[in-house]
């Protein structure tokens, strides 16, 4: 039987991979063979063809599409990821340190929106049907229904501009002590951990409602087990599975989200540098970018599932 | 609960969502009738001026009447979203229902490169379309088809694929009638009501990433603002809690929450039409 689930965790690994590989080529093709030519922006309108031809060969720009793909995504399997068209440093570099901020950031808040979320879903699931499960699903819905930027900017009014505790503007560079730290990341991961949140909350609190539906857990209420006991001690096993996918889904929403966040906060995180990128059309680090975020996005993907198979008790040996 | 004919009831909550769906459908047709100011026009010396009788919600960044801004806003926001998610659910469906009635390796194909296309992150897909071709009203929209259609697609065709499954369909088969006899006289009949809902769903999708776009300021371009434009061009006021950030703001929530609560509280009749 465990072969059977390593037969399966594998095969999803190599689906990983496949789709690594178009995404790849998506990425690729939307920003190289769009119309839009990088050398006449490089140079200006009033270039001459001559220093136009020159610069495109030297950039290889004269090389079949093909086989400037083949190159690109050489590259990006050993680490050169190019040189910036902008600032003319290797894109490797420029992102390094910016792809470490954005990662604590997201770690950050997984490890305040996970526990809130699961214990919201679970007392919701609990309680269901009483004021305090309504109250969680309409407010659930709510941040759910609206844009993250009206989240962020609904934390800045009432933390920074009415309750003046926190800066409206993150500057993650001078960090004297443990309190400016907090203060500093506070905004954008109370942000994350809302919109995160809602999702993970609805998910853990729908598999937990699944598994109370079931038939020994009927059985279970019908021989005069507790609310509390019910879904404590028969549903909430059963829906570890469920409930681990959810989490790792919910994970997956962080990346829209820290797009807005780092933007709105101006965190000097992958996000804010992909955005610039995007202002400045700096072609080769929005592609680099661009794959980073595809790659975390199918690796939590990757996650859910591989939990989703571990979870499930008929693969079990 | 709120009778509306041919035997369905709604709750009172749906009919509230449904009215204010309706206002801003209206708004989105007629703004140029009844906007008070032209929306381009500066019209108050004061920049993020207070709510007062001649400026319904205030002033923005500039001193343009900002009740008139976000009229007009609607058409944008309403339009691109409506115009995407239509093209969206069109393709999808159509889509998910051939995969699904003529199966086998095209089904499979087809799958696997949708699936791919999903798991490109939306807001990403969306910044790197308007890094390459730039941002207009028929690339936005045809992004954001871009970016609903699969998600629609494997919608469509995990309905399909039960209702294929049934015997109305296998003698309609044995009958020989073609594929789009099949699709559209046996499959569509019976996935509607939850495709309706799907629709609904993905538009408000399709509302926040549009918001989120022109948030970043990568969706609809000046002098024309949606709301997520007109929330980003009057930032600058949100220390004060100007109304010209706020309302905004306000419009899209109404929008989205309203299109969310219809959906929870459409009729059994219409949402469980898959149900045999």
């Known amino acids: ?31 190289e063979l769009l119309p839009g030519d990088v050398v006449e922006i490089l140079l200006g309108q009033s270039a001459t063809p001559e220093a136009v031809a020159g610069l495109r060969a030297a950039m290889h720009l004269d090389e079949p599409a093909v086989i400037r793909f083949v190159k690109w995504l050489g590259g990006l399997a050993t680490g050169d990821l190019g040189i910036s068209y902008v600032n003319k440093l290797g894109v490797a570099e420029l992102i390094e340190g910016r792809l470490f901020n954005t990662l604590k950031l997201g770690g950050v808040t997984a490890l305040f929106a996970v526990p809130l979320a699961l214990g919201l879903g679970i007392m919701a699931a609990m309680f269901q049907g009483s004021v305090f499960d309504r109250v969680v699903s309409a407010a659930t819905v709510t941040v759910i229904s609206v844009p993250e930027f009206m989240v962020a900017t609904a934390a800045v009014l009432i933390f920074a501009v009415y309750l003046k505790w926190l800066p409206a503007l993150s500057l993650a560079g001078d960090v004297g002590s443990i309190g400016e730290l907090l203060r500093n990341f506070a905004m954008p991961v109370i942000t994350l951990t809302f919109v995160i949140s809602a999702q993970m909350i609805r998910m853990t609190r729908a598999s937990v409602i699944d598994t109370l539906n079931t038939p020994y857990c009927e059985m279970a209420l019908l021989k005069g087990a507790s609310r509390v006991r019910l879904v404590l001690v028969h549903a909430l096993p059963n829906a570890l599975g469920a409930i681990a996918n959810a989490v790792a889904l919910s994970l997956s929403y962080l990346l829209g989200g820290v797009i807005i966040v780092e933007t709105i906060f101006n965190y000097p995180g992958v996000a804010k540098l992909m955005v610039d990128a995007v202002a400045t059309r700096d072609l080769p680090l929005i592609q680099s970018c661009a794959m980073i975020f595809c790659f975390g996005f199918l690796m939590l993907i990757m996650i859910a599932d591989i939990v989703a198979i571990l979870a499930n008790p008929r693969l079990r040996g | 609960m709120v009778r509306i004919g041919l035997g369905m009831r709604i709750s009172a909550l749906g009919l509230a969502s449904a009215v204010v769906i309706a206002f801003w459908g209206l708004v989105a047709i007629l703004a140029p009738l009844i906007v008070p100011y032209d929306p381009g026009k500066i019209v108050d010396y004061d920049y993020f001026g207070p709510m007062t009788e001649d400026f319904l919600l205030g002033t923005d960044y500039l001193g343009r009447d900002m009740l008139s801004r976000i009229l007009m806003g609607a058409r944008y926001t309403v339009g691109i979203s409506l115009a995407a998610v239509s093209l969206a659910c069109f393709l999808g469906v159509t889509l998910g229902m051939v995969a699904a009635v003529i199966g086998g390796l095209l089904d499979q194909v087809l799958s696997r490169v949708i699936d791919a296309f999903n798991s490109i992150p939306s807001k990403l897909f969306g910044l790197v379309v308007v890094a390459a071709v730039g941002s207009s009203l028929p690339v936005l929209v045809l992004t954001l088809t871009a970016i609903y259609t699969p998600g629609s697609y494997r919608f469509a065709r995990a309905l399909a694929v039960n209702i294929n499954a049934m015997d109305f369909v296998t003698v309609a088969r044995a009958r020989g009638e073609g594929l789009i006899y099949l699709i559209r006289e046996e499959i569509l009949p019976n996935i509607v009501g939850p495709v309706l809902a799907d629709f609904g769903l993905r538009f408000v999708f399709i509302v926040l990433l549009l918001s989120g776009l022109s948030f970043l300021g990568l969706g609809v371009q000046p002098p024309y603002a949606d709301w997520g434009a007109l929330v980003q061009e009057n930032i600058g006021g949100l220390p004060f809690g100007a109304p010209a950030v706020i309302f905004p703001s306000v419009a899209i929530a109404s929008l989205t929450i309203a299109v969310n609560m219809l959906i929870d509280n459409l009729p059994r009749r219409i949402r469980d039409r898959s149900a045999p």
């Open chain 1, 1 to 31: 039987m465990n072969l059977l689930i390593a037969r399966m965790i594998l095969q999803r690994m190599g689906i990983v991979l496949l789709t690594l590989l178009i995404v790849s080529f998506a990425v690729f093709a939307v920003t």
